[in-house]
């Protein structure tokens, strides 16, 4: 499996612009989460979804961040409009479930999209 | 919000030395998980230990967990600079849904 895919791995964008991160899960996995990764911050859990449904959105900022999962080897998450302060790296992952049998709880990470809100 | 705290926040050691760190957490778990996270890379699971476990061994890598005390430790013997990386503890409240630490950056030195 070629793991799970982000797109595009960096973005640089104005203050304003809206913003459009993808993600492909990996096959088969019933969760999708998307994490925030900052110095200031960490790594903070945005939303996470179960068998494309959003379960758990309390992490999203605010309304300027939306995200869906049309489909089981689809998600986006959108900014709009961005803002210097939305600047950091942003992960998706996703995990096996109840189909992974001992490692059903193991998450499984993309390589990022650095984000550069200027 | 960040429910486990590693200590320490950043740990230095030569090559072939052991490299040990802590994981405190809040509230009850189903399992604690450790991550590993390279420069400019997306994390990367190394162990997941239950609840019901107090240790678990995967390669030079060993986990303890002590739910009386709610911490965790790992340890990596005969550490390689390949070892490099944050490494971060992550608690399971049985929602599947990750709560991580700040991290302890690990170098070693050759």
């Known amino acids: 499996d070629a793991g799970v895919i982000q797109s595009p791995r960096h973005e640089v964008t104005e203050m304003g612009q809206e913003v459009t991160l993808r993600c492909k899960p990996i096959s088969g996995h019933d969760y999708l989460f998307w994490y925030r990764q900052t110095m200031m911050r960490g790594l903070e859990l945005l939303i996470y979804f179960n068998n494309n449904v959003p379960i758990d959105d309390s992490g999203m900022p605010e309304d300027r961040f939306s995200a869906k999962m049309p489909n089981a080897s689809f998600s986006t998450l959108k900014i709009q409009p961005s803002e210097p302060r939305d600047s950091a790296v942003y992960f998706c992952?996703?995990?096996?479930?109840?189909?992974?049998?001992?490692?059903?709880?193991?998450?499984?990470f993309g390589p990022g999209t650095r984000l550069l809100v200027l | 919000s960040q429910q486990g705290e590693e200590d320490p926040q950043a740990l230095s050691i030569q090559e072939g030395e052991n490299a040990t760190m802590n994981c405190s957490y809040k509230t009850s778990i189903n399992n604690l998980q450790w991550y590993r996270q390279n420069s400019g890379r997306g994390l990367v699971h190394l162990i997941l230990i239950r609840s019901n476990e107090r240790e678990k061994h995967s390669g030079r890598l060993r986990v303890t967990l002590d739910t009386s005390k709610k911490s965790s430790s790992l340890l990596i013997t005969a550490s390689r600079a390949a070892d490099t990386a944050s490494y971060f503890c992550?608690?399971?409240?049985?929602?599947?849904?990750?709560?991580f630490g700040a991290g302890t950056t690990v170098t070693v030195r050759a």
């Open positions: 992550a608690t399971d409240a049985n929602d599947y849904k990750l709560s």
């Open positions: 992952a996703s995990s096996p479930g109840t189909s992974g049998g001992a490692i059903q709880e193991t998450q499984y």
